[in-house]
C-alpha cells in the first residue's frame, strides 16, 4: 500500500505561482510512475504532468512551459511548480503513484482568481 498526501494548494492571483508537493509512504519502493491530475468542476480529471523513476517527463500541452513537475527520491516526494497561472488553471490537483496499481492522495484546491 501506497499514501499519498498532498499540500501547496491555495488561493492566488492570475500570473503568480504556487507550488505542490505530495509525500508517499508505505510501499515506496514499488512506485515507478508518480504524477499530478486535476479536475476543474464539471469537467474530468485530467494529466497536468508525469515524472517516471529515471526523471523522464511528461505534460499536457496545456501547461507546457509553465508548469514543471520533478521528483526527490530520497524524499519520496513530487513536486509541482506552477508559474503563469490562468483562471483556467483552477480545479483540484491530485497526486498520483503507479506501482501494479493506481494510488491518489486525496487532492487539494487551487485557485487563480483576482
Known amino acids: 500500500q501506497v499514501q499519498l498526501v498532498e499540500s501547496g494548494g491555495g488561493l492566488v492571483q492570475p500570473g503568480g505561482s504556487l507550488r505542490l508537493s505530495c509525500a508517499a509512504s508505505?510501499?515506496?519502493?514499488?512506485?515507478?510512475?508518480m504524477g499530478w491530475y486535476r479536475q476543474a468542476p464539471g469537467k474530468q480529471r485530467e494529466l497536468v504532468a508525469i515524472?517516471?523513476?529515471?526523471?523522464?517527463?511528461n505534460y499536457a500541452d496545456s501547461v507546457k512551459g509553465r508548469f514543471t513537475i520533478s521528483r526527490d527520491n530520497a524524499k519520496d516526494t513530487v513536486y509541482l511548480q506552477m508559474n503563469s497561472l490562468k483562471p483556467e488553471d483552477t480545479a483540484v490537483y491530485y497526486c498520483?503513484?503507479?506501482?501494479?496499481?493506481?494510488?491518489w492522495g486525496q487532492g487539494t484546491q487551487v485557485t487563480v482568481s483576482s
Open positions: 508505505g510501499s515506496i519502493f514499488s512506485i515507478n510512475v
Open positions: 515524472i517516471g523513476r529515471g526523471g523522464s517527463t
Open positions: 498520483k503513484a503507479v506501482d501494479t496499481r493506481d494510488y
